[in-house]
């Protein structure tokens, strides 16, 4: 009798190199024909399903849903788990599903999903690449909070590096205990199979606690400008079908800290640079110790890049926006038009005063950032997008934020920043110390050419385009995400000994 050898090839469950291939045998079904047989069966539990909370009609529902359903539900586990190649396939499959039974999207929020699982220290921005060009309506569409894209985003970042309460931002996150997406870190320190937070879970806690998180940093950072770029930059479909070449209309109202007034009932909602002013703020009162919203001035700095509108106001309440530190009339409407301007320099010096230097300092870049803006900006923006504004001579993008050369200039610092520096150790500063955020202060205040500091004292920078970006940055068919390699006069990074690991994932697609 033939005997079976023996294997002796041990595999390392953290090393995926020692990993087997599955047998074709475990591979032949589809991820959505797996999840519905998991669903039906109870294959994903080894709990009697006797046990379960779940009765027979429910089991018969999951096996009852049509194939635009499963495909969705397959869809949002491949998302949630940042697996790209799933997310590539099971996109191609919905959509052909769609085109063929002519439905849409219901009840599902890829875009939406994507920003709360939004991975940057691994998949970075590219499953929201991938679905932005795949579902391009979803683009515009509020989620059933009346949140949009920018807004999920924004809550990923207070999710991952503040202590607020989710019911503080919105009435529909009221009972929720957590910010969607938050056992995945944006950063990368913890994820839902981590096995601390796992031991989080088993003592009855799924808030993550403060003591895990740490300022906004520039991988975070990076991540969230990245998507903000791509979500402005993929045509618009209008619901007409016809494509456009538009940009995406992604500066919707904001659905975030929204408030009505007691006295008319009217709603107050903030526009999207607002909504960034309330994070700001939010990261100054209830962010780690370490913060110094630095990340904070770089997504500024890119909505302003994007076509944000700086003289875009709506009718809010200073006293609601900052209630529990500004007193409140009562019975009176106290609202009136204001820009994003209006609320960041009202925030009273009594809180300002007890944030740390670096924190003040960047509340007054972001204020000077927000005044320039505003003073060289004409009324009418920006209304015609096709053809209201010039072409950079250098990449061919519409000229936003080169109506003020002074925050392309600082933007461009910036890019270089988060392409050129991480904090490797505890020890380590976050920031690498190029930028003078002092001097830029100082300069823009008196309305002065920017001094960016030792980046530019050092003549460390390529000249950019008047948009901001560097003039071999923008690559046809490609979204103008930066290279180190074509911001940086020279090597000085600290992420490697070559330029490769100072470049952005390769885009899907692309």
């Known amino acids: 009798m033939d005997v079976e050898p023996q294997n002796t090839f041990q595999q390392d469950p953290y090393d995926e190199s020692t990993w087997k291939d599955w047998p074709v045998t475990q591979t032949a079904e589809s991820f959505s024909d797996t999840l519905v047989e998991g669903m039906t069966t109870n294959t994903f539990s080894e709990v009697d399903q006797r046990k379960l909370p779940l009765e027979t009609p429910q089991l018969a529902q999951a096996m009852q849903m049509s194939q635009r359903q499963i495909l969705q539900e397959a869809l949002g586990f491949a998302i949630m788990g940042r697996n790209e190649n799933l997310v590539d396939q099971l996109c191609c499959e919905l959509m052909e599903e769609l085109e063929m039974t002519n439905t849409k999207l219901e009840e599902f929020y890829p875009l939406h999903l994507a920003a709360a699982y939004l991975d940057g220290s691994k998949s970075c921005c590219n499953i929201m690449q991938m679905l932005s060009a795949a579902f391009r309506q979803e683009i515009s569409r509020p989620n059933h909070l009346d949140h949009t894209v920018l807004d999920s985003l924004m809550l990923t970042i207070l999710g991952s590096h503040t202590s607020l309460a989710p019911g503080t931002v919105g009435h529909g996150l009221r009972q929720a205990k957590q910010f969607p997406g938050e056992e995945v870190d944006i950063c990368g320190r913890w994820d839902a199979d981590s096995d601390y937070y796992r031991t989080l879970l088993s003592t009855g806690e799924s808030a993550v606690p403060m003591q895990w998180k740490h300022k906004l940093c520039h991988t975070a950072t990076q991540a969230i400008c990245h998507c903000i770029m791509i979500l402005c930059s993929i045509p618009v479909v209008p619901f007409s079908g016809i494509i ?267």
């Not at 929204?258 to 100054?284: E, H, N, W, Y």
Request: proline fraction near 6%; charge should be neutral; include cysteine.
């Open 244 to 510: 456009t070449q538009k940009r995406a209309p992604t500066f919707k109202t904001s659905g975030l800290f929204t408030k009505r007034c007691d006295a008319c009932g009217l709603k107050m909602t903030l526009t999207p640079l607002q909504s960034v002013v309330m994070i700001g703020f939010s990261l100054a009162q209830l962010g780690a110790p370490n913060e110094d919203l630095f990340g904070v001035i770089a997504v500024m700095l890119c909505l302003l890049y994007c076509g944000a509108n700086p003289r875009e106001g709506s009718e809010l309440s200073i006293e609601l926006l900052f209630e529990g530190i500004v007193s409140i009339e009562t019975g009176e409407c106290c609202h009136t038009e204001m820009t994003a301007l209006r609320p960041l320099a009202s925030v009273p010096q009594s809180s300002v005063g007890s944030w740390s230097v670096g924190k003040q300092l960047s509340w007054k870049i972001l204020e000077h950032i927000l005044s320039l803006a505003e003073d060289n900006v004409t009324k009418d923006y920006p209304q015609n997008l096709d053809d209201g504004y010039d072409k950079c001579r250098g990449c061919r993008n519409p000229l936003y934020i080169s109506c003020y050369p002074n925050l392309a200039v600082l933007w461009r610092a910036v890019q270089s920043e988060l392409l050129t520096y991480r904090r490797q150790s505890e020890a380590d500063p976050w920031l690498s110390g190029k930028i003078d955020l002092a001097k830029v202060s100082s300069t823009l205040m008196q309305d002065q050419e920017v001094q960016i500091g030792p980046l530019a004292d050092r003549d460390m920078l390529k000249a950019p385009c008047a948009c901001g970006m560097t003039k071999l940055s923008s690559r046809l068919g490609r979204i103008n995400f930066p290279r180190a390699s074509e911001v940086c006069k020279y090597y000085f990074s600290n992420l490697g000994d070559n330029w490769t690991l100072m470049n952005p994932i390769g885009q899907p697609g692309m």
